[in-house]
């Protein structure tokens, strides 16, 4: 049978879709090879309070509310450089870096990074940037919980079943009874202010997805 020109067109953008997720799960095993930092154990202190939680939240608002999509959707692309380039972000990378294509970097926790910018930059810089640098520093200490709360970065199962996560997201809300809690999410396909896109959006994540539960200490700020 025949392919038509309208499915051919399918295949290549499902092809293209393939491509892009492949070259983040690479960009994310680069980041765990070089996941050599000495890890943190043992921190004494709270967890992290309302303030900071509620800050984050309202921080990751505002940057859903700016329509931050990936370059294609044309969207304020030019924003997420600002996430993995500033020291109010993830700080990586000299000043003639610009993030210019879907892709080239996966920017989740680098979105997360700069909802919680009151996070002291060692700790931005060199944790928040992947799952596994997540689970390296943090999995043994008090951060890790067992309850999802507002404002907890949480890592979750995207397409690769890592034990420690392939997305990292931060939390709106509680869980409600089916284990649906919405999220805030950068470098993800979702809702956005002006409808489905990929970039900063909201969505729902489930519990049976969840890797791991995260809760900043006082020592974080």
Known sequence: ???TKKELIYEIDNLKN???KAKRAIN?????????????????????STIHSEKALKRASNEWSRNVTEPEYKGDWQRITDYIHSSEGLNWYNDSYEYKKNGEFSWCGAFVAFCYSDVILNTR???FPS????YENWYDTRRRVKVIHPGDIVTVFSSAKKFY??????AIDYPDEN????????NAKGQGPNGKIEGVIKRKRNLKN??????????DF
């Open 1 to 3: 049978m025949k392919t």
């Open 18 to 20: 393939e491509l892009r």
């Open 28 to 48: 994310h095993l680069c980041l765990d090879i070089n996941a050599s930092e000495k890890k943190e154990r043992d921190f004494i202190g709270a967890q992290n």
């Open 125 to 127: 810089k060199k944790i």
């Open 131 to 134: 799952c596994y640098r997540m």
């Open 165 to 170: 996560g392939d997305h990292i997201v931060l």
């Open 179 to 186: 284990g649906d809690f919405p999220t805030y999410e950068g």
């Open 210 to 219: 969840v890797a791991c539960i995260y809760r900043l200490s006082a020592e």
